[in-house]
Every structure is written in structure tokens, then in C-alpha cells.
């Protein structure tokens, strides 16, 4: 497949990590606070401009950034988000600011506008796995993608955001 080896839509924090054991970690929810933006969704019509405006005023997670430090050194962590491509700049900014860690940032690219979020993720972890990387577990906050993963064969851990309530 064209592009596979090098897909435009990765960003290594530095030098790119062998294939070996992942740990996939969504940003929105589970590292990333945006609930001061949620009202924005919450209208009769979504205002998804507004909503993505505001990331960069996001609060990192606390007890998301002691966890992803438990992480073993051997294990690439991989923060996997559906957010558009349009917030590159503004994840990069946050995430060296955020004091997270991290190793590999898969954001959607220009062309999956019309993808949603699980089947942006599937083929992410397809692209992976192709690559030798392994998923030992992935953590979202979105049920959808929670039970892509696991058909996927990939233990997953919820974390209960709020953000998808009714
Ligand atoms: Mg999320």
C-alpha cells in the first residue's frame, strides 16, 4: 500500500521507534481536558469550529500523565486522536507544554474528512500492526472506538470522560 511506511498523518516526538510493543492512547478525554469546551457541542447544531478553537485552553490530565509515566520504556506510547488535521500545530504546542508522555501523535489527515472516529482508528491500527508494532492495550473514552479496539483483539480500558452522554 502507497504511503504505508511513512504515513503523512504520524508525527515522531523524536527519532522514530522501532516496531515493538504500543500502548494506544486517545488525547480528548483521557489526557486532554476539554470539558470548557463541551457546551459547544451541546448546542441544537453543533458548533465544531468553536470547539476546536478552544483546545489549546485544555488542562492535561493528571492522573493520565502519572499513568502514561508507569508505561515500561520498552513500550512506544502512541497517542492516537481523531481530532482534524487543521489542530496539528495547536496538539504539538500543548502536548510539549502538557508535560506528557508521548512518542508518536496519529492525527487524522487532510483527506479523512469524512471518516469517523472508529473507522479513522481501525485503519490506524491496521497501518501499525502492518509496520511490526504491537497493541498491548489501549485506553479511549469513546465506546465506539472502546469496541473497535477490543474487536480488534486489543484489551481496552474505558475512562469515563462524560463527554458522550445524551
Ligand atoms: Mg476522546
Redesign the pocket.
Known amino acids: 500500500m502507497a504511503g504505508l511506511a511513512n504515513p503523512e498523518n504520524w508525527t515522531w516526538r523524536s527519532a522514530p521507534r522501532a516496531p515493538g510493543p504500543i500502548a494506544i492512547i ?5 489526557i486532554s481536558d476539554g470539558s470548557h469546551r463541551q457546551r459547544h457541542l451541546r448546542k441544537q447544531r453543533p458548533d465544531w469550529k468553536s470547539f476546536f478553537q478552544e483546545a489549546d485552553g485544555d488542562a492535561p490530565i493528571a492522573g493520565s500523565a502519572a499513568f502514561l509515566a508507569l508505561i515500561g520504556s520498552e513500550t512506544t506510547v502512541v497517542l492516537l486522536t481523531a481530532r482534524p488535521h487543521t489542530l496539528h500545530q495547536v496538539t504539538l504546542d500543548w502536548l510539549a507544554s502538557s508535560g506528557h508522555r508521548w512518542d508518536l501523535l496519529i492525527m487524522r489527515h487532510r483527506s479523512d474528512g469524512g471518516l469517523r472516529s472508529p473507522e479513522f482508528k481501525k485503519r490506524s491500527v491496521q497501518e501499525l500492526r502492518a509496520l511490526g508494532y504491537e497493541p498491548q492495550f489501549a485506553v ?3 465506546m465506539r472506538n472502546v469496541e473497535m479496539f477490543r474487536n480488534e483483539g486489543i484489551e481496552t480500558l474505558y475512562l469515563h ?1 462524560g ?1 458522550y452522554e445524551a
Not at 26 to 30: A, L, P
Request: aromatic share 10%.
Open positions: 486517545d488525547v480528548d478525554g483521557v479511549d473514552d469513546d470522560s463527554y
